[in-house]
């Protein structure tokens, strides 16, 4: 009796950590990611999820938009 009851936890287990995998998914794929370009001016109010090197990607408070920007550096002569 006890293999059985084994094998319907794993089983239980293993659907429900699908569920969550595919429900994270779903998330992440809901939001749009607009693409700013280098010099292009915009305005975007939100917060700052990361930022490598030039990269800034900003969670834009309006639109619920993900918004992607390349920050352009001023170099000094």
Avoid: Y
Avoid at 32 to 53: F, M, N
Wanted: proline letters at 1%; aromatic letters at 2%.
């Amino acid at each position: 009796m006890k293999p059985k009851i084994r094998k319907w936890k794993r089983n239980a287990l293993l659907c429900a950590g699908s569920a969550l995998l595919l429900a994270a998914l779903a998330f992440a794929a809901a939001h749009e990611t607009r693409q700013l370009a280098a010099g292009e001016k915009a305005t975007v109010t939100g917060a700052i999820l990361s930022r490598d090197g030039d990269l800034i990607r900003i969670l834009d408070k309006k639109s619920n938009e993900l918004c992607c920007s390349q920050h352009q550096r001023r170099h000094q002569d």
